[in-house]
Structures are given as structure tokens and as C-alpha cells.
């Protein structure tokens, strides 16, 4: 199955099939069984006035699986969130991180470094990924950050971080103009480039 590499009308999104529905969440976010199990349903219930709408509304989702004391809720979390590929990774489905990993500009020596860090962060914080935003950030300045997360030992502030960096810079309004989504009127035309609030 090919994915959806167009955003249909925010209107449309309750009336469009449970295929297509996952196919938004795959684009917005990274491909999930476990989010389209928890957000499929959400977008055929709810109506949302822009695609921020419905990006905050899965925040909220997964802020909800996060404040849970259930275990099976933990694991679905971490299902989620794990999804997202290790940084630095050199197979990345999402045309999102494609184009956050391609910013990722350093010697093989710094590639090496990374792929410890990313081992070091998972030993420290099981079920997680690390994720920031990489856009114009140096690898230097990304390996700060991931050892000051690691020494940090906060695994309720990882999970948060998790689910800000995916639902703030998911953002279709955070897109670069390479990697916007085209968004596709209901006689699948193109109506904009942009995301239509």
C-alpha cells in the first residue's frame, strides 16, 4: 500500500476511510499500528478547524497514555513513541525525517559517537527514542543535548519532551518548504500548498 503523500481538507478527515486516516497520522507523525489504533478513531469522531487542531488533539491523547498508571497504557506510550527513528539512523520511512536526518551534516567518527549516544539514551530510558528538533543544529551541539537528557535521569520529562518534540514540531506549519505537505481539496485538486485552516 502506497502512502498518502497529500493532506486532504481538514473538513473531509472524518468522512475518509480508516486507510486514509492512518495514512494523515503517517505523515504527521511516523508510522504507528499502536497510534492508529489510539488517533484513527479520533479523527472520524471529532472535527477539527486545522491540521494544529488535530495534531494537539493527539498530543493530548498521548499526554493522557502518559499521566496513566497502567502499565499496558505505559507500553502503548512507548510503542508510540518509539516509532520514531533513532537519530542519525540510515533507513527512515517518513519524508519528515528523511529531511531532518539529511541536516545531519559530520565525520563517521561523529556518526559513531551518535549511534553510542542513541544506545546510552535507550540503556537509560527503555521503550524511548531520542528526538529534538534538528533543524540548522550542529551534531556537537545535538550530542550536548542528548548527554545532558541522559545524566538528567528523568524519565517522566523524557516522555514529555517525546510528545511535545513529536506534536509542536510535527506541526505542519514547522514544515520546510521541501517537506510541506500539499494539501487536496474534496475533487482531489490541489488547492494549496500550504495547510488550509
Known amino acids: ?4 503523500s497529500n493532506l486532504p481538507s481538514i473538513d473531509s478527515v472524518p468522512s475518509l476511510s480508516t486507510e486514509v486516516r492512518a495514512q494523515i497520522l503517517d505523515l504527521l507523525f511516523e508510522p504507528s499500528t499502536q497510534l ?3 488517533s484513527v478513531p479520533l479523527l472520524h469522531e471529532k472535527t477539527f478547524s486545522s491540521y494544529n487542531d488535530l495534531i494537539a488533539a493527539v498530543g493530548v491523547q498521548l499526554t493522557e497514555l502518559s499521566e496513566s498508571v497502567s502499565s499496558s497504557d505505559t507500553k502503548w ?3 508510540i513513541l518509539g516509532s520514531h527513528p533513532r537519530l542519525g539512523a540510515k533507513k527512515v520511512e517518513s519524508a519528515q525525517s528523511q529531511a531532518e536526518q539529511a541536516q545531519l551534516q559530520g565525520s563517521a567518527a561523529e556518526a559513531e559517537q551518535l549511534l553510542h549516544l542513541n544506545h546510552d539514551y535507550e540503556a537509560k530510558y527503555p521503550g524511548l527514542r ?3 528538533f534538528v533543524n540548522g543544529r550542529s551534531r556537537s551541539v545535538i550530542m550536548d543535548d542528548i548527554r545532558q537528557r541522559i545524566a ?3 524519565l517522566q520529562a523524557e516522555r514529555a519532551a517525546a510528545i511535545r518534540i513529536r506534536t509542536m514540531h510535527r506541526s505542519p506549519r514547522r514544515f520546510s518548504a521541501a517537506e510541506q505537505p500539499t494539501v487536496i481539496d474534496h475533487q482531489d485538486k490541489i488547492a494549496t500548498a500550504g495547510i488550509v485552516d
Not at 1 to 4: K, S, V
Open 1 to 4: 500500500m502506497a502512502g498518502l
Open 36 to 38: 492508529h489504533t489510539l
Open 77 to 79: 506510550l512507548e510503542d
Open 130 to 132: 531520542y528526538v529534538v
Open 152 to 154: 538528567s535521569s528523568d
